[in-house]
């Protein structure tokens, strides 16, 4: 069965609400990590479904980006800010990720400087407390942001 451009839509916002409640409710910060590049690739897909009937196998975000063109959909004066959250997303959330554990996931985060944070002043230090919980609510952040300007960019466009 192949899916059209709104069963990407509405995968990307089911999966988005799981990833919201796996990280407030449950605390599986693992699942909510998944559940929010998911719901940012089907988002992607969704916009990259309704230009072409193509299928596209890959799953990069980098890659979903260019193909869906989801940045035409942003104003040139917020270019730069959507490129960048979706290079940083870009970043955090690869597709092996979702084949990773708990102690992979942790191994990535290390190994990709993702445990650090920037601090208002600037200066950077090492994320304290749990990697996994604040990696989750980043990548969380970002799909929340990604996949709402998707869903508001989807209706006005759909009038």
Do not use: C
């Amino acid at each position: 069965m192949k899916l059209n451009a709104e069963d990407y839509l509405e995968a990307a916002l089911e999966h988005l609400e799981l990833a919201q409640r796996a990280y407030n409710e449950y605390k599986e910060y693992v699942v909510a990590y998944y559940y929010s590049g998911v719901a940012v690739e089907s988002m992607l897909r969704a916009y990259m479904r309704a230009g072409s009937r193509d299928w596209y196998p890959r799953h990069g975000i980098r890659e979903l980006v260019e193909k869906s063109r989801f940045l035409d959909e942003v104003p040139s004066s917020s270019h730069e800010e959507w490129s960048g959250r979706l290079s940083e997303l870009n970043l955090r959330w690869r597709s092996e990720n979702r084949y990773m554990s708990q102690r992979a996931l942790r191994r990535y985060i290390v190994a990709s400087g993702l445990d650090k944070s920037r601090h208002y002043d600037g200066t950077a230090g090492f994320v304290k407390g749990n990697l996994l919980k604040h990696n989750a609510a980043r990548v969380l952040d970002l799909a929340r942001d990604i996949v709402g300007l998707g869903d508001v960019k989807w209706k006005s466009l759909r009038k």
